[in-house]
Each structure stands twice: as structure tokens, then as C-alpha cells.
């Protein structure tokens, strides 16, 4: 039953297709004189041709299709006095041309929507030209041949009128037939697109009736920019109707018996009519050659877009994959530092054995560090950082962030000084410039302290706060100091001097993200960082920060995602921040 | 802390319950219940009256959160003014924020001291805060700062215009 309706179905379809090409080329016949002129099929070949691409799935279907064509060609060839056998020669003739151009089209997988998946593809362009080119080749060549063989003469003439006939309907109608899609349609309908398309109506109309009114004067060339001003607007649809409306017109004048300055008037008819499709040909390459370097241009935005759109995908999902690492460290971290601290009070412990939770105390430390800093610069990385700003002394700020490494065994023997101006501010938030200050110095204090005095020093430089770690080690290798900002390197020199090891083992070197977090949180409050390094005389890394608000500054709301003391919403003794200091050890809450 | 108390742990992570049951212990509060979900939770408090809860923020199905609000807005639970204190690995201002609206005590952040579980605890228990009960909030009062200096009309930002 399916079946049965299914080819009911086709039968009808054959039959609608029948009758529309069936009535295309007897009127196509009627309309040009004489039962000779082959240059009739061209309309009809191009229906045909563009509904083998757009509708045919199937072979059968596809030679269903060639049958009808050939069935309804022959009947209006007949019909239009032309002898049994020349219709049947040049219907075949109809048929092979199309088969070629369709074999042409599908060989290069043609989709007009798929053209972003490859953006070299200049697809409308070097199709529609192989087809509209090459298969009128075929038709001609086959068409010229029989009807010389005959008894007609002039191949030549015959050829060229077929050619240049169906190269006229293969670069018109086709493009128009396999471009005209939803959306183009759905362009129309927006309010700029109709605007277009009048304009470029507009456009034709006066450049035509301009050139075939000014007799006296050649101004063909005229109707060229409004050709291109439909293609740019509209492309291959806005390309193909201002041919087929210019070039309709211009064949139209041609054809017409009274003379024609803009197309020599000492031309006969056929001569006259030749030249105007070469013209109409000529324009039609220029617009597709538009339509297709503007597809191309699109297809290569997209591209971009989606790769822009990866990459912050990527982005997000590297951040997130921090962001979860570090709270998956942080999990185990916490109960090893809960017990190393249950330790510490549960039994009377030797001074060996204290020695030994401490380091393990102190090494779980090291690493909550490092969960901590990662998941900062993710924060950071997403601009997730909910930054309040305000107007803070740098003074007090050095100072709070001497107190926070204080804390670190490492710092005891450290001499650490402060030369800061009174009255110097910056305009920042208060507790990433004191986290940014408190890595700046945890990194020289680890690379640096055993060699002589850290300084912390702060001056204007124009608009911007200038604020400088200065110590008296190592340093960095010039090489080294491209990187320093990034995670993951380690900043201390791998030297001669430093590997004989004055301040131990080289593993002691800041290797995590301290300092590429300093670089996050000073470029995410509009700031800078830097390091130069003369070493064992002075290595200065440094991290500017504005001195006041930007004017008319957007101050975004700061939101909940910033770590806080509990005691500021739970009430109770201030406990200092949760991870202001390096190193909390437990016991302090 | 009061040798006889007992005490409620809902963690879901072995080696976290089992710290602060030691940690608890170290304190002198030899009574716990260890559990890790919330139905284990609420058979435990059908079975036992409790002194206190510790309860995580993040478990595996469910938010630690949830279930001290749903103590605190049952109204036939008989334990619902319980002093229950939050332990979280995160100190994001958002998630304290919610802990105190969900009706919680007070909020721990990982790691856990002896000493930071000590004063939170007692201070939960020993001097309890007067308990508030709105339409959609019932637990300890959430005011912590007594400013009575504000002149403007509406002290509470939600209803200022």
C-alpha cells in the first residue's frame, strides 16, 4: 500500500515536472523564429538542471527526470515544425548537456550550506562556471554535429549560438534555482533587506533604461555596478535576478529590429543578440565572482568565530578542571593537617618527633598553598576575582604583608625592610594587593634571604604605583626572566652558587604559581608586573598598581564568590583571614 | 567541654569523620554518632537526643545545608533549637552567607583545630543565641553587628527603595 501511494507520488511528481518543462520549451520555441534555432532549450535546461539538484535523491528519480526532459523537449521541438529527426538530436542533445552539468556539480559535492565547513571553498563560483561553461560544450557540440550531419551548414554558427544560450541560462537560472534557500528568502523579508533589493531594482532599472535611451552614446558598462551592487547586498540571489532583469531587457533591445548604438549597429539581429549574451555572460562571471568571494569571507568568520568560542570553551573547561583539582587536594590536605595538629596535643611528644609533625605540618602547608594559588588564578583566569577596590595606604599594606610572612619558618632569620612615602596610595582591592605583596616577598624570602636584607619599597610613576621587592641573591638568569611570571617555574637560579648551596638544597626554589598569581591579580586590577635582576647585587621584582580610581570607573558589585572570615558574618574573635598569612598553622583559628 | 555531651557528625568523606571524631574526642566528647547521609542523620536524632551537630556543607547527594534547615523549620522535631555548627572546605563569602541563613550556629573552615573546634562549640552551647522565628527562617539570631547608628529610613537593605 505504501509502496503503491509511494509511486503514485512519483508519478505525479514526474508528471508536474513534465508539464512545467513541457510548457518552458514550447514557449521558448514559439518565442524565437524559425524551427532551426537551436538556441531555444536554454531556459528549459536550467529548470531542469536545478531541479536535478535540488529535488532528485535518487538515481531513479534523476533519470526519471532526464526521460521527462528529453520526452517534453522532443514533443515542443515537434511541435514547433521542427523534422522528427532533427528534434530527436537536439532533445538528446538538451539531455546530454544537463547530465554533464549535473555530473559537473554533484561531482564536486556541492552544498550551497555547506560551504563554513571549508572556507578555500569557493564553491558557487568554480562550479557554476565548470557547469555553465563545459556541459553547453557538450550540448553544442553534440547539437552542431547532427544537425551538420543533416545537412545543415554552418556548424560553427549553430555551435555557438547553442553555447552561448545555455552558458547564458546555466550562469542565471542555476544560481538563482540552487541558491534560493529559507533564508534568503527570510532576508527579503527583514526591513534591510528590502531595502536592498528595491534599491538594487532600483539600480537596474535606471542604468538600463539610461543605456538604451542615451542612443547616441555606448553606455553599456553602466548596468555592471548595479549588477554588483545586488550581488554585494543580496549575493547569489540579489546576483542572479539582476542578471536575468538586465540581461532579459538587454536581449529583448537586441533582438529588436530598430538600431541599437550600444550594441553596434551595423550587427544583424543574431550578431546583435550574440553580443548581448556574451555581455550578460560577462557580468554574470563578475557577480558570482563577488557572491563567492563574500560566501568565502562569511565562511572564514565563521571558522573564526567557532575557533574563538573553542578556545574560551577550552579556557573555561581548563579553569574548571583547577578549580576541582584544588578542592579535590584540598579534601585529604585538610584531615592530614587535622591530625598533624591532633598530634601535636595529644602525647608529650620528643623534640624529634615534634620536629617531625611540624615538617609534615609544614609540607601539607606548602600544598594548601598551592591548592589555594590555584584556585585563585582560576578565579582570576574567569574574572571571577570580585575585586574592592578602594584607596589604601601602601605603607600599611607593607606592613600587614611583612606580618603575614612573618609566620614563615624561613622568614626568622630574614631581615626585612620597608621604604614606603607617607601618604602613597593605591587604588586597589585591600586583600589581593596584600596577597600580591605577601607572594612577591615569600619568593624573594625563599630565594634570597640567606644572602642580605629584603626590602620593600614604593614610588610614583605617573599614573600608576610602583611597588618593588628588592633583594641581594641570585636572581634570574636574563633568560629566565620572560617566564618568571609563569606557573610552574621556578625562580630561584639554578647556579653554580646556588646549587654549592649557601641556602641549602635547590629544591627549596619557588617552583608553583605565587608569581603568576601576582601577575593575575595585578593585570586583573589594571595593573603590571616585571623583574630585573643584576644578581647578587639586586634583583627587583615589581607590580604596578593604579593610584586612583579610574574616572567615571563601572565598579562592578562585589559578589559572594570571595573567600571571607567567618567571623565577619558568624560574629566572634576575628580569626586572621583564612589564608592571609603563608603559613596558618593549626592551632590558630 | 561537658564530658558527657553528645554529639551528631554528618561527613561524608572516612577519613574527615573519623578526624573529627578524634578531634572530639581530644575535647572530651567521647558520645558521638558518626554518620554520612542525611537519612542516617535523622534516624540517629529519632533514636538519641543530641548537644550538639557538626555538619559538612558539601556531601555527596545532598547539601549539609538543606538538612539543617529542614531541623530548624520542623516544627515537631523536638531537637530543632540544637546547636549545629558547619564544617566547610570552602570559605567562600556565599557559602557562610547560606550556612547562617540555613539556621546554622557557626562555621568552621577546614583544616580543623582542636582549638578552633573547642571555642566555636562552646560557644554554641554554652552561651546559645537567642533563637528568632520568621515565616521562612527559624534558628539562632542572625544579627551580629548592633549598628544603630544608621539614619536612613530602611536599615535593611531589602527593603530600602
Redesign the interface.
Known amino acids: 500500500m505504501a509502496r503503491l501511494s509511494q509511486s503514485w507520488l512519483n508519478a505525479a511528481k514526474a508528471a508536474r515536472a513534465f508539464a512545467i518543462l513541457f510548457l518552458l520549451a514550447l514557449v521558448s520555441i514559439a518565442l524565437t523564429r524559425g524551427p532551426l534555432d537551436v538556441a531555444a532549450g536554454w531556459p528549459v535546461n536550467a529548470l531542469a538542471l536545478v531541479l536535478l539538484l535540488r529535488r532528485s535523491r535518487r538515481l531513479a528519480a534523476r533519470l526519471d527526470l532526464l526521460f521527462v526532459l528529453w520526452l517534453s523537449t522532443f514533443i515542443a521541438n515537434l511541435l514547433g515544425d521542427s523534422p522528427p529527426a532533427v528534434a530527436a538530436l537536439l532533445s538528446i542533445a538538451n539531455v546530454a548537456e544537463v547530465a554533464a552539468a549535473f555530473v559537473l556539480i554533484r561531482r564536486l559535492e556541492y552544498r550551497p550550506d555547506a560551504v563554513d565547513e571549508n572556507p578555500d571553498d569557493i564553491a558557487p563560483l568554480r562550479l557554476l562556471i565548470q557547469a555553465g561553461i563545459i556541459a553547453p560544450t557538450i550540448g553544442a557540440t553534440v547539437a552542431a554535429i547532427s544537425l551538420n550531419a543533416l545537412g545543415h551548414a554552418d556548424v560553427l554558427y549553430s555551435w555557438m549560438r547553442w553555447w552561448l544560450a545555455d552558458c547564458l541560462g546555466m550562469l542565471i537560472v542555476t544560481p538563482l534555482g540552487i541558491h534560493v534557500r529559507g533564508a534568503d528568502l527570510a532576508r527579503l523579508k527583514t526591513r534591510a533587506g528590502a531595502r536592498d533589493a528595491a534599491l538594487s531594482l532600483i539600480l537596474i532599472a535606471v542604468s538600463c533604461s539610461v543605456v538604451f535611451t542615451r542612443q547616441a552614446w555606448p553606455l553599456l558598462f553602466l548596468i555592471g555596478p548595479a549588477v554588483a551592487f545586488a550581488a554585494f547586498r543580496l549575493r547569489a540571489l540579489g546576483a542572479a535576478i539582476a542578471i536575468a532583469v538586465s540581461g532579459s531587457a538587454l536581449v529583448f533591445v537586441a533582438s529588436q529590429h530598430f538600431p541599437t548604438p550600444v550594441l553596434a549597429n551595423p550587427l544583424n539581429v543574431s550578431e546583435r543578440i550574440m553580443l548581448a549574451q556574451i555581455t550578460v555572460l560577462a557580468q554574470s562571471i563578475v557577480a558570482l565572482a563577488i557572491v563567492a568571494a563574500l560566501n568565502r569571507r562569511d565562511a572564514v568568520l565563521r571558522v573564526l568565530e567557532s575557533q574563538r568560542a573553542q578556545a574560551a570553551a577550552d579556557a573555561r573547561a581548563k579553569s574548571q578542571l583547577l578549580t576541582n583539582v584544588s578542592h579535590e587536594i584540598r579534601t585529604p590536605l585538610n584531615v592530614i593537617q587535622g591530625y598533624a595538629d591532633l598530634l601535636l596535643r595529644m602525647a608529650p611528644l620528643s623534640d624529634r618527633q615534634r620536629a617531625v609533625v611540624d615538617d609534615m605540618n609544614g609540607a601539607a602547608q606548602q600544598l594548601q598553598v598551592l591548592a589555594h594559588d590555584l584556585l585563585d588564578s582560576a578565579r582570576a583566569e574567569r574574572g571571577a576575582l570580585a575585586l574592592k577596590p578602594s584607596q589604601i595606604e601602601v605603607g600599611a599594606l607593607m606592613h600587614a604583608a611583612v606580618a603575614d610572612v612573618r609566620r614563615m619558618p624561613e622568614a626568622n632569620k630574614a631581615s626585612l625592610r620597608i621604604g614606603a612615602p607617607a601618604a602613597l596610595s593605591v587604588w586597589a582591592d585591600p586583600l589581593r594587593t596584600r596577597q600580591i605583596l605577601t607572594n612577591l616577598l615569600s619568593n624573594a624570602i625563599k630565594n634570597a634571604a640567606a644572602f642580605g636584607p629584603i626590602s620593600l619599597r614604593a614610588h610614583r610613576r605617573g599614573d600608576m604605583i610602583r611597588m618593588e621587592v628588592i633583594d641581594t641573591g641570585p636572581g634570574l638568569p636574563p633568560e629566565m626572566r620572560g617566564a618568571a611570571f609563569e606557573p610552574f617555574v621556578a625562580t630561584g637560579a639554578v647556579s653554580e652558587s646556588s646549587l654549592s648551596g649557601i641556602s641549602g638544597s635547590v629544591t627549596d626554589k619557588s617552583v608553583g604559581v605565587g608569581l603568576s598569581l601576582v601577575r593575575l591579580l595585578a593585570e586583573a586590577q589594571g595593573g603590571a608586573v616585571g623583574v630585573s635582576s643584576t644578581p647578587h647585587v639586586e634583583t627587583r621584582f615589581w607590580v604596578d598598581l593604579p593610584a586612583e580610581a579610574p574616572p567615571a570607573d563601572e565598579l562592578a558589585a562585589p559578589d559572594a564568590s570571595n573567600d571571607v572570615d567567618p567571623s565577619t558574618i558568624f560574629g566572634g574573635d576575628p580569626a586572621p583571614p583564612p589564608r592571609a598569612g603563608l603559613s596558618r598553622r593549626p592551632g590558630e583559628s | 567541654m561537658d564530658e558527657g555531651a553528645r554529639g551528631l557528625v554528618l561527613e561524608d568523606?572516612p577519613?574527615?569523620r573519623r578526624?573529627l571524631i578524634?578531634?572530639l574526642r581530644?575535647m572530651g566528647v567521647r558520645d558521638v554518632a558518626a554518620v554520612t547521609n542525611t537519612p542516617q542523620a535523622l534516624r540517629e536524632m529519632d533514636a538519641n537526643m543530641f548537644d550538639f551537630a557538626l555538619v559538612d556543607v558539601g556531601l555527596e547527594q545532598e547539601s549539609g545545608l538543606d538538612f539543617i534547615r529542614n531541623i530548624r523549620l520542623d516544627r515537631a522535631n523536638p531537637q530543632r533549637r540544637m546547636p549545629m555548627v558547619v564544617v566547610s572546605?570552602?570559605?567562600?563569602?556565599?557559602v557562610?552567607?547560606a550556612a547562617?541563613d540555613a539556621g546554622?550556629?557557626?562555621?568552621?573552615?577546614?583544616?580543623?583545630?582542636?582549638?578552633?573546634l573547642e571555642?566555636?562549640l562552646s560557644?554554641a552551647i554554652v552561651s546559645p543565641p537567642a533563637f528568632i522565628e520568621t515565616p521562612d527562617y527559624y534558628g539562632p539570631d542572625r544579627r551580629?553587628?548592633w549598628n544603630t547608628r544608621y539614619e536612613g529610613l530602611e536599615r535593611r537593605r531589602k527593603l530600602r527603595l
Open positions: 568523606n577519613f574527615m578526624l578524634e578531634l581530644e572546605g570552602q570559605s567562600q563569602k556565599a557562610i552567607e547562617r546554622a550556629n557557626d562555621f568552621l573552615i577546614k583544616p580543623v583545630s582542636v582549638a578552633a571555642s566555636r560557644r551580629r553587628t
